[in-house]
Structure formats: C-alpha cells, structure tokens
C-alpha cells in the first residue's frame, strides 16, 4: 500500500499530461475543429476523408488544411501447388501534410499506414466483400494514426 502511494505521489513528476486536457473546449480539440480535409481521390479516399471528418470535427472556420495522397495496395501469397492464391495483404499507406491556410506553410509532414491479410476463398464475392471490409477498417485505422499525429502536433502548440 505504501509503495503505491509513493508511486502515485511521484507521477505527477514526470510530466506526464493528458492529451485532450480541457476536453471539448481544450486547445488539442479545438485545434483538431479547426482542420479541413481536402478531397482525395478513389474510393478508398471517400472512405479516408469520412473517417477523418468523423474523428475531427468541425468548427467552420478552418485554420489548417489536410493534403493526403493514398497508396493502396493489394498483394498476393500463399500461393498453393497450383500457383492459386489463398492469401492475401492489402496496406494502406498514406502521406499527409497538414498545412497553415494563413500563409500556406506545411507544419507537418508525415506518413501513417497499415495493412490486413485478407483470405482468398472459392467464393469471388466473399473474397471482395473480405476485400472492401479490409479497405474500411484500415481507413479507420490510418484515420486513427493521423488524428493522433495532429493532435501531438496541435498540443506541443503555443495557446493563443
């Protein structure tokens, strides 16, 4: 009992905070209400804009604008005896750049990315629906990875 006193007592020292201090109206979520995104091409851009307006938020007066450019890719292995193959490994790659619309300097520059094995069944449409199912979740999961990025970079921000 006594150690985790102590423990809880030395925590605070370590400069530990918490991301979304202040909540909705803390400068990390109000700097994330302030962000754009610019349209991205193909379905999977559909899927990575929906995603990343859901997680943002919106505050009608934007400050910065998102540029993302996709790499989305399908690729083939365990192939069998009969060079079929039964599996397969979609990644979603994105590189993104978060931009000041107030002198159109880029601020951040960065990539996010992720990938899922997909199985390849007899069944043509169960491998697309698997295909389309994969492409959804790693849009959300590279949405993820962005959002977090932007917030890193919003909290090490001066407070107007």
């Given at each position: 009992m006594k150690r985790l006193l102590a423990l809880a007592l030395l925590l605070p020292g370590c400069g530990?905070?918490?991301?979304?201090?202040g909540g909705g109206s803390g400068a990390v979520a109000s700097t994330l209400g302030q962000v754009e995104v610019a349209p991205i091409e193909g379905r999977a851009g559909w899927l990575m804009a929906s995603a990343l307006r859901d997680r943002l938020g919106d505050t009608g007066s934007p400050r910065y604008r998102l540029d993302i450019r996709?790499?989305?890719?399908?690729?083939?292995?365990?192939?069998?005896?009969d060079d079929a193959v039964t599996r397969e490994r979609r990644t979603l790659r994105a590189r993104y750049q978060l931009v000041d619309l107030s002198n159109g300097s880029v601020v951040l520059d960065a990539t996010a990315g992720s990938d899922a094995g997909i199985d390849v069944v007899q069944s043509e449409y169960a491998t697309i629906a698997a295909e389309n199912t994969a492409l959804e979740r790693l849009s959300g999961i590279v949405a993820d990875e962005i959002v977090a990025r932007v917030a890193l970079y919003a909290r090490r921000q001066p407070t107007p």
């Open positions: 530990l905070q918490p991301l979304y201090a996709l790499d989305d890719q399908i690729q083939g292995f365990g192939v069998r005896r």
